[in-house]
């Protein structure tokens, strides 16, 4: 009997910190890019990650003919940084993700831009928040690429 209350209390902690949803600053939340997309050939296309967040950034027109572009992009994993907060997954769980908890998690995306034999390359560094809580459960802010991809546009119109 012990040990079945183990077990649910075990299932109940991970259901109330799965709840969780990605959040960016708000005024990058309606970004839109100003400028005119490239067409562009992605040279390691087996990237999927960094790849949809490519193309969810909305910079670039991809495509998977590399004769009529005159850029091409080679892609890097994206490397990050995970700071865990200092007590927010035991508070989240005693408080059964009631109380909102925020991780802040560091980014760095990286790609070369390659056009007529010229390499520049491109890194840029960002932060995502992850927020868990039991009300994040019925969000649709879940898709990582999309928002990473939106921090991606920000930074890149910074350059």
């Not at 890019?33 to 670039?60: D, G, Q, W």
């Not at 490397?79 to 925020?102: D, N």
């Not at 928040?129 to 921090?151: A, P, Y």
Request: hydrophobic content about 35%; proline content about 3%.
């Amino acid at each position: 009997m012990k040990n079945l209350r183990l077990i649910v209390l075990f299932l109940i902690v991970i259901c109330f910190t799965s709840c969780y949803s990605y959040k960016i600053p708000k005024e990058y939340r309606k970004l839109e890019n100003n400028t005119s997309k490239r067409m562009v050939y992605i040279v390691n296309p087996s990237l999927k990650k960094e790849l949809a967040i490519l193309s969810n950034s909305e910079l670039f027109t991809i495509t998977k003919d590399s004769s009529n572009v005159d850029l091409k992009i080679k892609l890097y994993p994206i490397k990050e940084q995970h700071y865990p907060g200092c007590y927010g997954g035991l508070l989240s769980t005693i408080t059964i993700g009631q109380i909102p908890v925020t991780f802040t998690n560091f980014y760095s995306y990286r790609f070369d831009e390659i056009e007529k034999g010229k390499t520049t390359q491109r890194k840029l560094d960002f932060k995502i928040k992850r927020r868990v809580w039991f009300w994040d459960m019925f969000s649709f802010n879940k898709r990582f690429e999309k928002k990473t991809g939106k921090m991606v546009l920000a930074e890149y119109q910074k350059i």
